[in-house]
């Protein structure tokens, strides 16, 4: 399949659109130079992986923020006989580093914003690229991500980790062989407490502080401006990724539109009256937070399902993404890790899922277990790493690609567009201009990557 | 306060819209004539109930169908020393009962389409009424009822049971001590596999056959139909009414408007398909049924608060109710039974609910439990029933009104309404016609009932 579509890709028997046919065959490639664009703490993750595989060359490294530059540098001299290039004079120096360096991929862990940009760049210039999750800026941004990737030899990978997370695959062995019967309705989302992100006190990554903007360090210098200025599902990857491979969205699926709504918003400002760092005093004491404390959406699909997907991440709680995975033979939920299966489960009664966990595991994580201790998240980043190198390797159409991106990343905007409306149903825009019903979800169907 | 509400709701001192002053005040009863309008397994368990206490005298009994009639002279024979008359010559016969007996309190257990012009007909003979739950059928339907009460003398009493279960009870006693902080975010639902119970074979109430409408018995007679004709949330008021109480909806806070989804319908025709009494050639395989399998409704409210409102009851499932309760300082989750509160839980870290349930149970089941053991689901229609018989006593407010089962059942056909336009959203009406600001929640602040 993976040689099949490379093959495609170089143009040789392709009828892609757009795509220049100006790879050969044999540019498949043993050993990859890397690239980063994004040295914080999300891209020195991906660069602890890489340092530990034979098959990529770190080369380059971009970032204008010293602190995080010098980490890097740190990191990596511990086990390079190499020094990298860097490029940190500003932060459009990424350009030219995409210009100078022989890149076969870049890896972009950077502030939202900058994500389509950076893409673009690089897909123009020829690059694999893997792009780290985040909600859309606004639908035209996702357009340009799949124009860019249409017009490009190179592929665009989009690192969704959770699609990895062993529980979420051993739940896509389940759906696959269809425990749960045709499914119905998901459920998932992003629930998270990031006060302690999104405010420190300019020094460490997490809390301390209150913190952000100029002042903060870390996620909180860019990603908390989002929860002031926008109202809406902010960060929807992470639950809709693994649920699009349950319902494979954009491969004989399509999300066809969303409502959202938000409840009212107090956690952060009472976060930052309640600090001990805090108080009333303090001058963002004075900032109106727009989004709210809890975001709902729901989603209905071309072949009938519906999906909930909750944003909850200014609140005291635990970490959940609150998946919900139902059809007309039983169901799983994550928050109480339990199963029904009709005929198998005592009737009316929830099981443990553990049983149904291992029995189900998935091949990959069965074979590369010891591999991915230790890596984050979990181990899923192993898994995510290694399939996107692999796939770089081959320059093969990657398991969530442009497409998906966009996909996706609309439900940022257009779940802030029905918040703003008062819930009105906002339609997804076709990001595969009909190609979803005839495309495949190839998704982890291999014991390899 | 009731005693208050009693005296303003006499004429005494009130100011009530409609209300006719022809209440004494010394009209206050302490044993009184009940009759019952339904006597099918609802109104026998009601009756049940109504035979163990020494302040009711069960005058009079109304229901067209026979078998369900006998039933009810059975269970009542064996505990009174009297016969009620029954009346059982057709669907209307409930109206001679009512014109020609000394009623105080009527309990209404019928099909869902018999409702409002049933309670509105003992609303106009000033009578006491207690009415069962159900989804509204129309909006018009839920003003008539609004309105009936407030042109009667007599108060209408919205029999939802689950306000009344344990663990909800000491939820809002959890919420009215601030354990949460304010409130933002309330999922429930309903989530029940009804597929036994819409379909039988004639003789049992619950499975046995793939039969309903006039081949079926109890439920799948009337029930049934409602999932062929309509699409959307049909029976909201379990879910709703606890999370009414919560966030004091008609009382200091309303709904404000809803979107509804729906995803395909499998689960029924599935279930005639598998059935060794139904099977491709059963004439009920042929029956499309419009009641999509998971109906998924969003609720705004006018302080701020969003709510989830499940409703599931097509497929194979446990059941369950599906609470959520979030706040500015924690949450409570129905489905892990866990409690999560800021300072006092474990950082990020669910803790069991069960600490919690004795330490906030509420003192109407710590005075009761005893009285309450056997009674049905749980023991909660205990209380329901002794708060509906003692309000009925002294014609006071009751907690669940006119008002409240017109905004509850409102749900029904505003979901319908917004699934039938792909999720548009749709408005409540304003059943309190603005005295929401000003009314206040008094359910269960008592001891006594």
Redesign the interface.
Known sequence: MKRREFIEKAGVIGTGIGLAPKMALNSSKSVLNVGFIGCGLRGQGHISLVLQRDDCRIVSLADPDPIMMERTQKLISTKLDYIPKTYSSGERDYIKMLDREDLDLVIIATPWRWHTEMAVACLERSIYTGLEVSGGISIDECWQTVRAEQASDKHLYFLENVCFRRDVMAVLNMVRQGLFG?L??LECGYQH?LRNVKFNNGKQPYGGGVEFGENGFSEARWRTVHSVNRNGDLYPTHGIGPVAQYININKGNRF????S????S??LH?YILDHEKGGPDHPNAQIEFKL???I?T???CA????V?LHH?TN?????SLGFRV??????W?D???SV???GRSDS???ESQAAYMEEYDHMLWRRYEDSAKGAGHGGMDYFLLNSLIEHAKINARPPFDAIDAATWKAITPLSEASVAS????QEFPDFSEGQWKSSKNDFAYGSEY
């Open positions: 045709e119905m309705h407490d066809l539109y969303l409502t709504v938000a409840s009212k107090r956690g009472n709210g404390d809890k709902t729901m989603i209905t072949n009938g399902e519906t909930v909850d609140l005291p709680r635990p970490y139902q059809g007309t033979r039983g169901l939920m928050v109480n890790k029904y299966v009709e009316h009664r929830w008062e819930g009105s149903p």
